[in-house]
């Protein structure tokens, strides 16, 4: 294993981030565009599964008013709007989200918009493929708070996703490449029947050899998650709500619950289907 693989911490990747409420609040026209690229990273996914699901819009309808709404919220700078005090973030966008597809509804707009958010690759079709046949009938929808629930488990699936891929490039720059993959079988993948034992055997190493480096993988994505959300969030106290909200994490402690189960069902499968990722 590579010598690093023993080692406790290590620098963390990325750095911490600037809020998006700051940035996007900045005098700098290229800080107020980061900003945007950063909260679309996360949150394009649950937005176009949104208006899929509680709109039912067709795909093609869906992905116009998906980059559509992102243009607007730089545009009209609604993130000035929001107040940490009074609701989440998420919370926040989503009712923007409802009041920009209202107001498209009334206005009978079709708009091609594509290309209107730079530097990120909306994939729609694999967005597609996640919802699936598990898409609801919206005259099925009971109350706000499922549309709330709905909305929190797509943005924390969007998350994890994007802290796993941040993941794999620490290791990659780290040549930790062998500790991906084993983070990726055992804890990603989803094989109840995989073992540290037949970890060691497929790899040719020992199992204290697995243990540490699953160890280091599941301390680091910690790490990145908790700033890729920090990022995400207008103040200290919306990210320690949020931390315990989606995680079930106290963000000040440098260990996590010992039975975190609620994560793996808000972060759905298969992207996150073992509990043990952030048991540590």
């Known amino acids: 294993m590579n010598e690093e693989d023993f080692q406790p911490g290590g620098d963390r990747f990325p750095p911490t981030r600037r809020s998006v409420i700051e940035a996007a609040r900045s005098i700098d026209a290229e800080e107020r565009e980061r900003a945007l690229e950063a909260l679309c990273a996360a949150y394009w996914k649950p937005v176009y599964k949104y208006v899929r699901w509680r709109w039912n819009r067709p795909a093609a309808d869906a992905q116009d008013l998906t980059q559509g709404f992102f243009a607007e919220l730089l545009e009209r700078e609604l993130l000035d709007k929001f107040e940490s005090n009074k609701s989440r973030l998420r919370t926040y966008l989503r009712v923007c989200v409802d009041s920009f597809v209202m107001n498209e509804n009334k206005a009978g707009r079709r708009q091609k918009r594509g290309g209107s958010i730079p530097h990120v690759a909306l994939d729609f079709a694999a967005a597609e493929e996640e919802l699936g046949a598990a898409a609801v009938d919206p005259a099925t929808i009971a109350s706000p708070e499922s549309l709330e629930e709905f909305f929190e488990k797509e943005w924390v699936r969007s998350l994890?996703?994007?802290?796993?891929?941040?993941?794999?490039?620490?290791?990659?720059?780290?040549?930790?490449?062998?500790?991906?993959?084993?983070?990726?079988?055992?804890?990603?993948?989803?094989?109840?029947?995989?073992?540290?034992?037949?970890?060691?055997?497929?790899?040719?190493?020992?199992?204290?050899?697995?243990?540490?480096?699953?160890?280091?993988?599941?301390?680091?994505?910690?790490?990145?998650?908790?700033?890729?959300?920090?990022?995400?969030?207008?103040?200290?106290?919306?990210?320690?709500?949020?931390?315990?909200?989606?995680?079930?994490?106290?963000?000040?402690?440098?260990?996590?619950?010992?039975?975190?189960?609620?994560?793996?069902?808000?972060?759905?499968?298969?992207?996150?289907?073992?509990?043990?990722?952030?048991?540590?």
């Open 160 to 280: 994890f996703a994007l802290a796993v891929e941040d993941l794999r490039e620490l290791c990659e720059q780290r040549e930790r490449t062998r500790t991906f993959r084993l983070f990726e079988a055992y804890d990603l993948e989803g094989n109840e029947q995989s073992s540290y034992e037949q970890l060691s055997k497929d790899y040719g190493i020992s199992v204290t050899d697995v243990t540490n480096a699953l160890a280091w993988a599941r301390r680091e994505f910690r790490k990145i998650a908790l700033d890729r959300l920090r990022e995400l969030c207008g103040s200290e106290e919306e990210f320690q709500r949020e931390a315990r909200a989606a995680f079930g994490w106290d963000a000040k402690s440098n260990s996590s619950p010992t039975t975190p189960s609620n994560v793996c069902a808000k972060a759905r499968k298969p992207l996150i289907s073992r509990a043990r990722v952030i048991d540590f």
